[in-house]
């Protein structure tokens, strides 16, 4: 196990490290409350920490012999009313690296030890204060990059997923119970269940987990990133568009055709969401250019993982002829999940705005001039409304890969039952999958867990979570 002494005392650094305001030293374990009472001086100097109550905060000055360390705040938190659900304390000093490296120093001479990564948050596991799911969870709220990723995260800490999980549980321990006491029963042919009402109940469930199952491509997209892949022919403005999407000189522009040779990424917070931009090489039928070539092929990578695909074309020169073998071409990269936007740009080149193509009729056309930031604005809008559709304020998307692992093996299990009712298999051999669908639910919240699992989990936490 990764956390050899669990009833060791632990302490660490909990805020980012260097030259700060401030800076908070966590310390947790039984006894922990009474080791910092050694180095702690209250400005009542009859005041012992070990007596006063939980959740309540102590100012004073941290001493090691004769050395003021510093003048601190101290938070106290009693067993089982903590995080971790031990003796939990804060020290709030000042940030300097010195004043917390003396700090550390001071608690390890008394007993302490380092804390491991994740340790804290681990502890909470171990006593019950949060299931494995919602551990993750922290790790989430503190990378949460966007308003979307932070919501999802907060929901599943709360314990929404957690509930959500234990439900399709209870509801196949119930189905599992039915069919053991038809096999206890077997012999006095006493039926608790007809096999249409399991079947019923079983494809309930499929339901539900495969609702799970499919919001993963979302969520996983909102965690890390909404990618969306500019693409187009050379020199129609690919480069100029990102630079004016960004408010930044990002990217190289050039009248010369084939500038971009690699994907050039940047991010971009709209209202909260992140989106992840690729500028990619100008797509051509052929070209001697070896470097440019590898560029185009990075480009169609892009394409397939982009989940929108800004099109762009020279609006000035494009014929009907052109727009339908671009359409044609960008078939094998599309479906339900992604959405391609036509951006028809250089508008700055014409006298008058062009109506849209007959061939762009059903598709959603914005025509821009990205050298003068002329309507840049339509484009960030339509981005928005791509993710506003999925009513994110109003439920929760699975995006931990971990846990989806384990919904598709449940989903599996649960589909593998279900077909071996269709074909009169006897229920006692159904029921194993029924159980194995159980064993990969349970696997999500921590119910059930191997030392492997938890060790890949908390080592990637940060050292004072």
């Known amino acids: 196990m990764i956390y050899a002494y669990n009833s060791d005392i632990i302490c660490a650094v909990a805020t980012a490290h260097g030259k700060a305001a401030l800076s908070v030293i966590r310390i947790s374990g039984k006894g922990s409350i009474l080791l910092i009472d050694k180095i702690f001086a209250s400005t009542n100097v009859n005041k012992k920490l070990v007596e006063q109550k939980s959740h309540t905060l102590h100012f004073g000055t941290l001493r090691h012999g004769d050395e003021i360390i510093d003048e601190v705040l101290v938070s106290i938190f009693k067993s089982p009313n903590s995080y971790t659900g031990e003796d939990l304390a804060e020290i709030s000093c000042h940030g300097s690296s010195y004043i917390q490296q003396r700090i550390l120093e001071a608690l390890l001479q008394e007993g302490a030890r380092l804390a491991m990564p994740g340790e804290f948050t681990f502890r909470a596991f171990q006593n019950g204060k949060m299931d494995l799911s919602q551990a993750e969870a922290v790790a989430d709220i503190i990378d949460a990059d966007n308003k979307h990723s932070h919501l999802n995260a907060i929901r599943q800490m709360r314990g929404g997923f957690s509930t959500t999980i234990n439900n399709l549980r209870l509801e196949l321990i119930n189905l599992v119970s039915l069919i053991e006491l038809e096999l206890d029963f077997s012999e006095e042919d006493v039926t608790f269940a007809d096999r249409n009402q399991i079947k019923s109940l079983i494809n309930k469930i499929i339901d539900e987990i495969s609702d799970l199952a499919n919001s993963f491509q979302m969520g996983n997209v909102l965690k890390n990133g909404v990618p969306v892949a500019i693409v187009g022919k050379p020199n129609v403005g690919k480069s100029t568009l990102l630079n004016a999407l960004l408010k930044e000189e990002r990217a190289i522009v050039s009248d010369i055709p084939g500038t971009t040779r690699d994907v050039i990424q940047d991010v971009m917070h709209i209202k909260g969401i992140a989106f992840r931009f690729f500028d990619t090489a100008g797509l051509r039928d052929e070209t001697d250019d070896v470097v440019e070539n590898l560029?185009?092929?990075?480009?169609?990578?892009?394409?397939?993982?982009?989940?929108?695909?800004?099109?762009?074309?020279?609006?000035?020169?494009?014929?009907?002829?052109?727009?339908?073998?671009?359409?044609?071409?960008?078939?094998?990269?599309?479906?339900?999940?992604?959405?391609?936007?036509?951006?028809?740009?250089?508008?700055?080149?014409?006298?008058?705005?062009?109506?849209?193509?007959?061939?762009?009729?059903?598709?959603?056309?914005?025509?821009?001039?990205?050298?003068?930031?002329?309507?840049?604005?339509?484009?960030?809008?339509?981005?928005?409304?791509?993710?506003?559709?999925?009513?994110?304020?109003?439920?929760?998307?699975?995006?931990?890969?971990?846990?989806?692992?384990?919904?598709?093996?449940?989903?599996?299990?649960?589909?593998?039952?279900?077909?071996?009712?269709?074909?009169?298999?006897?229920?006692?051999?159904?029921?194993?999958?029924?159980?194995?669908?159980?064993?990969?639910?349970?696997?999500?919240?921590?119910?059930?867990?191997?030392?492997?699992?938890?060790?890949?989990?908390?080592?990637?936490?940060?050292?004072?979570?």
């Open 295 to 465: 560029g185009i092929e990075k480009t169609l990578v892009t394409l397939n993982e982009a989940n929108i695909i800004l099109y762009v074309f020279d609006a000035t020169t494009i014929t009907q002829n052109e727009l339908s073998q671009i359409l044609e071409e960008l078939k094998p990269y599309l479906d339900e999940n992604k959405q391609l936007i036509m951006i028809g740009n250089k508008i700055d080149e014409m006298t008058t705005v062009p109506n849209p193509f007959i061939n762009l009729s059903d598709l959603e056309t914005i025509y821009i001039s990205a050298k003068r930031n002329e309507n840049i604005d339509q484009i960030t809008e339509r981005l928005v409304s791509y993710v506003d559709k999925y009513n994110l304020s109003s439920s929760f998307l699975v995006s931990n890969a971990r846990h989806y692992n384990s919904i598709i093996k449940a989903n599996k299990s649960l589909s593998t039952a279900l077909k071996e009712f269709d074909e009169n298999v006897t229920t006692d051999l159904v029921s194993v999958h029924l159980k194995a669908a159980l064993h990969y639910l349970a696997e999500i919240t921590g119910q059930i867990s191997s030392e492997d699992i938890l060790n890949s989990i908390f080592s990637n936490f940060c050292i004072g979570k």
